[in-house]
Each structure stands twice: as structure tokens, then as C-alpha cells.
């Protein structure tokens, strides 16, 4: 339906981490903020200040089972996949055609000289992969995963995580797919309303020698912006773990009980051959059997009566018409009797009713009925015969085993970033897979928390100040632009009912509350003015008084949206001239 702007306008108005293994928010030891950043500023509008001279990027002097810089030689290292994609139970086939690319970033490019590995198609599937120099075996070791991961146009729908491949003879490196085996899936994955820091591990049952994936539950959120963020995976060989973003732990406990499916299945299980007997009752309460209905009740008397002590006011007018042709209003001048019919003034609500009880004839009112008592049911009662919630015999479990060493993870060969993407130019960098979480924090240190707070910078420069308009519609308020108010609301209500009303429903809740309430108010009028009955004279007021202003509200917002649209129809002609000369 097609809402009426001013009306639209009027309504809208009137409804109208705890700190991890790197010390401190930002990973510098002994300093509480990141270099370059207002410090009088909370922590939630950090301003940052871009440097004079922008730092340069020096290769770590840092050793480890894989560090990956993206220096010279990376090429020899990586290699992409020209495999298919497994679509098993699919008749599409899809290929690995997306390109990559090693470049310095386009996008706030906060240390000269680095260079990141770029997936550079958009809706393309990517895939490429380095194997490590020799396999990763982290039983009975610290694991330490750390990479940083810069999403230079955004991420609508797409993945940004690595995979952590088992170490197999049949680990090739052009055959790389969703198919090849991994040990551990870690890093930021988004589409739509899904947002998450994915934490996956493929775990080998010691009975039957399969692998199952155990999700970890109730991830963390990943940073959906065009900077740089570090992501970090620390797994204890006791079998806790910590995920951190940017230094700060953003989910921690155990491999044991945060995974889904569990790690070790229950030791015991339901019966699936036990069965409910059919005498079995569990119904708790039941309707009681010996009660009757009382001789007295009865089930006809009506829930209203008419008073019949009622007496009409002294006031009232019955022969004044509750409503009246407005006196103010004008036949339009372009009103056509012939084409258009005679002009009738609408009607308004008697004004000589406002100020006694009433007016047109007057009836008894209705109170409610005191012998009223609806139909009889006869009350609850314990079921003498109740038995309990039935549930089935438990049995050992036969597939039960215990794994106390989950952290034990297969050794690794190689790692690879297997993605889909709507977005291009999804970056990577700064690669740590090891054991030492010093040697992982002092990497972050010489280079993410001296390109973070310059991008930040960057990133800052380019944003409209303060005084400029919401960044979105959800931050619109009405007084403060009636027009962008409705224009936005409405714009975005459309196009989101357009494809999804109950998503339009959801995130623009103002305008079905508005026609909701336009209707209500309708409805509302209508029933006080052409009651003929005893409405209070108060009420009639009321209702006189919200036409009123309903009808000033309606005027200046039509004002405003019509303001609103000469601006933009002026602001399109600029854009037009521009264009032609």
C-alpha cells in the first residue's frame, strides 16, 4: 500500500572484554592506549591522528613452524587451486576461477611496504593454499593461529577464515577444495543477519575412526569494516582455549563442553526399544468428575444490562446533530459542479457538544450485568491415576568412549583460505602458526598495532564530521529533519517490503506502527462522532482537540516533505548540469 507522505510524516513523529594474552587493549606492554589515538576519548570513540610520515613495513626477525609475511618467494609457497568444488547431491559444478594477487592494500594502507595476499574477484570461489616446511604437530603443545584479515570493500556475504589442513600423503596442493581434509577452521565468516568468528575442529573418534566437526557454540562476532583486525586462536594442551580480536579475548573455556557435537558422547542413552505402556496416564490434572453445575448459575444471562437508573443529563441537546458542516471550510476554486457534483463542507463535530453532556437522542447505557457467570466448567483437580512424566529406560551407550585429550590435534601439513565471496579484495597477512604466544604477540606488535591505529586514522579522515547526517536510519530523528526522517524510514521500508515484508516489518517497525495507528485513530473518531449515544462531553473534547492537532501535524509535515522534494529536485537539476557540460 501507498502511504500518504504528510500523513505518514505526522504519524512516524509521535513514534518517533576482558584482556588477553597481549597485556592490554591494544597489545603494547606498559602503555593503555594505541599510539596516535586521543586518550581523552572512551574507548567506544577512540579519535585517532594520522601521522606526519607514514611507518614503513621491515620484515619480522621471528622465527616459527610457519610465519607468513608475503615477501619475496611467496610464490614459491603458495599455490592456487584449479580444482572443482565438491557438490555432492548438486548438479552445479563450480571452479575455483577466482584470482589472488600479493599488493599493498588500496584501501587505508597503514604500512608502507606490507603487502597482503588479495582474493580479488567478487562472487567468485577462491582457493590456494601453502604447505608448511615441515608438519605441525601441536600434541602436547601450545597451538598459536594468528593472522590479520582486511576487508578492503567490505563483507556482505562471504568468508574470511583459514583451514589448517591434515598432513597426508595426498595433499596437493592444485586439488585443494572443500573437500580436502583439515584439522582446524578458524576466522570470520558473514552472510546476511549470520556473523561470526568460526572455531572448528575436526575430531577423529577413537571407536570407529571417523571424523566429526565440532562447532564451537555461540562464537564471537566478526569486524565488518575496510581495516585491518587480528584475529588469534590459543589452544592449551589442558584443553582450554582463547580466541582474542585485535588483543582482546573475545570467547574462552573449554574443547570439552563449548563444541557441538560434544567431544564425548553421552555414557547413557534412551532405549530405543522401550516403549510407553498404554496404561500409562500423565495427565496431572483432570476435570473433577463429582462436580456439578450450581442450580442458581446461569449460563444465558447476558455479560451487559441496560441501566435502568440512568437519567438523561440535563444538558444534553437532543436536537442538536452531533456533527456539523464545517463553517471554515471553502469550495476549492477549482472545484467543477458538473464534473465534480455538488460541493458538500465536510462534516465536523458539533462544537455546541463540547461544552455539555451530549447531543442527538439519548439512551440508557449499558453497565455490566452482576448476575453475569458464563458458561460452567467443572474445576481441576489431582488426577488420583497420574503416573508422571513417562520417559524411557537408560541403557549404556554402546558407540561411548572418552577422549581427555581433544587438544591433541592431528599433525598439520599446510594451510589454505578455500572461499566464496560477493566482495572483492578480501586480504590477508601477518601469518603466525605455531607454539609460543610471546613470539605470536610480538609479531602483532611490530606490525598490526603500528598499522591499526593509522588506518584507523585514515579511516576517521574520510568519515563526515559529527554535524553531518546519520549514518544510517535507524539514527534519523524526526524534529531534528522531518524531511530525511520520512523520506529514509519509508525509502527503506519499501525497498525492504519489496523483497521480504516481515524483514521490512522487523527493521523499520515506525511506519506499520504509524498506518496501525493512523487506523486506530480513524476508527476511533469515527465511532465518537457518529455515536448518537451518551459520550462524555470530556471525550467529545478530546476528539475535537485530536483532529485538531492531528491536522496541524499533517500540515507541517506536508510542508516539509514538500519542502524536501523541491530541495532534491533542485539538488538532481545540479547533478544533471554537471553531467551535460
Known amino acids: 500500500m501507498h502511504l500518504n507522505s504528510a500523513v505518514a510524516a505526522a504519524l512516524l513523529a509521535s513514534s518517533a572484554q576482558a584482556h588477553g594474552f597481549h597485556g592490554n587493549p591494544h597489545g ?37 613452524p610457519f610465519l607468513e609475511q608475503f615477501t619475496s618467494g611467496w610464490e614459491s609457497r603458495w599455490k592456487a587451486s584449479h580444482a572443482k568444488k565438491d557438490t555432492q547431491g548438486s548438479e552445479e559444478e563450480w571452479a575455483y576461477v577466482g584470482e589472488w594477487a600479493v599488493e599493498e592494500p588500496s584501501v587505508y594502507n597503514g604500512l608502507v611496504g606490507s603487502k597482503n595476499l588479495v582474493a580479488k574477484n567478487a562472487a567468485a570461489h577462491h582457493a590456494i593454499s601453502a604447505k608448511f616446511p615441515k608438519k605441525i604437530d601441536p600434541k602436547g603443545k601450545t597451538l598459536v593461529v594468528q593472522y590479520e584479515v582486511k576487508l578492503q570493500k567490505g563483507l556482505e556475504c562471504g568468508g574470511a577464515y583459514m583451514k589448517l589442513l591434515r598432513d597426508t600423503k595426498a595433499l596437493h596442493q592444485e586439488e585443494f ?29 577413537p571407536k570407529t575412526g571417523e571424523y566429526e566437526e565440532k562447532h564451537l557454540l555461540a562464537p564471537a562476532q566478526a569486524e565488518i569494516d575496510k581495516v585491518s583486525h587480528l584475529y588469534t586462536l590459543v ?40 516403549t510407553k505402556p498404554e496404561d500409562w496416564v500423565d495427565e496431572a490434572r483432570i476435570p473433577d468428575p463429582e462436580a456439578t453445575k450450581p442450580e ?25 446533530a452531533t456533527t456539523v458542516p464545517d463553517p471554515e ?43 453475569y457467570k458464563g458458561p460452567w466448567t467443572a474445576p481441576y483437580i489431582d488426577n488420583p491415576a497420574y503416573k508422571g512424566v513417562w520417559a524411557p529406560r537408560k541403557i549404556a551407550n554402546p558407540d561411548y568412549f572418552e577422549d581427555k585429550t581433544p587438544a591433541n590435534f592431528e599433525p598439520m601439513g599446510a594451510i589454505g583460505f578455500e572461499l566464496w565471496t560477493m566482495q572483492a579484495d578480501v586480504s590477508f597477512d601477518n601469518i603466525y602458526i605455531g607454539h609460543s604466544i610471546d613470539d605470536a604477540k610480538k609479531l602483532a606488535d611490530e606490525t598490526f598495532f603500528v598499522k591499526f591505529p593509522v588506518e584507523k586514522a585514515l579511516e576517521q579522515a574520510e568519515k563526515p564530521k559529527e554535524s553531518a547526517k546519520p549514518s544510517s536510519p535507524s539514527d534519523l530523528k524526526f524534529f531534528d529533519d522531518p524531511v530525511t526522517y520520512v523520506k529514509e524510514k519509508l525509502d527503506l521500508f519499501l525497498t525492504l517490503a519489496a523483497k521480504n515484508p516481515i524483514e521490512a516489518i522487523k527493521f523499520v517497525p515506525e511506519v506499520p506502527t504509524a498506518i496501525a495507528g493512523l487506523l ?15 459520550v462524555p462531553a470530556p471525550v467529545k473534547k478530546a476528539a475535537v482537540d485530536a483532529k485538531e492537532k492531528a491536522k496541524d501535524a499533517k500540515d507541517k509535515a506536508a510542508e516539509a516533505v514538500a519542502t524536501g522534494a523541491e530541495n532534491i529536485k533542485a539538488e538532481a537539476n545540479k547533478r544533471a548540469t554537471r553531467s551535460s557540460s
Open 177 to 205: 577444495s572443500n573437500a580436502s581434509p583439515y584439522v582446524i577452521m578458524f576466522g570470520p565468516d558473514k552472510c546476511g543477519h549470520t556473523n561470526k568468528v568460526h572455531f572448528i575442529f575436526n575430531h577423529k573418534n
Open 329 to 371: 471550510a471553502q469550495k476549492p476554486e477549482d472545484w467543477d459542479d458538473e464534473e465534480d457534483g455538488d460541493w458538500v463542507a465536510p462534516m465536523v463535530p458539533n462544537p455546541k457538544c463540547a461544552e455539555v453532556s451530549g447531543c442527538g437522542p439519548w439512551t440508557k447505557p449499558m453497565i455490566s450485568n452482576p448476575d
Open 235 to 274: 589452544v592449551q594442551p589442558n584443553n582450554t582455549f582463547t580466541i582474542q580480536k585485535d588483543g582482546d579475548t573475545v570467547r574462552e573455556g573449554s574443547l570439552l563442553d563449548q563444541f557441538s557435537p560434544a567431544v564425548n558422547p553421552d555414557k547413557e542413552i534412551d532405549d530405543p526399544k522401550d
Open 520 to 534: 486506530v485513530t480513524i476508527l476511533a473518531l469515527t465511532g465518537i462522532l457518529t455515536s448518537g449515544g451518551n
Open 28 to 64: 603494547f606492554p606498559g602503555q593503555d592506549s594505541v599510539p596516535g589515538a586521543d586518550a581523552s576519548s572512551s574507548t567506544a570513540s577512540v579519535s585517532y591522528t594520522v601521522p606526519a610520515e607514514l611507518p614503513t613495513f621491515t620484515p619480522s626477525a621471528l622465527k616459527a
Open 296 to 320: 442458581d448459575w446461569d449460563e444465558d444471562a447476558p455479560f451487559e444490562i441496560v441501566d435502568e437508573d440512568a437519567t438523561k443529563p440535563e444538558d444534553w441537546l437532543e436536537d442538536e
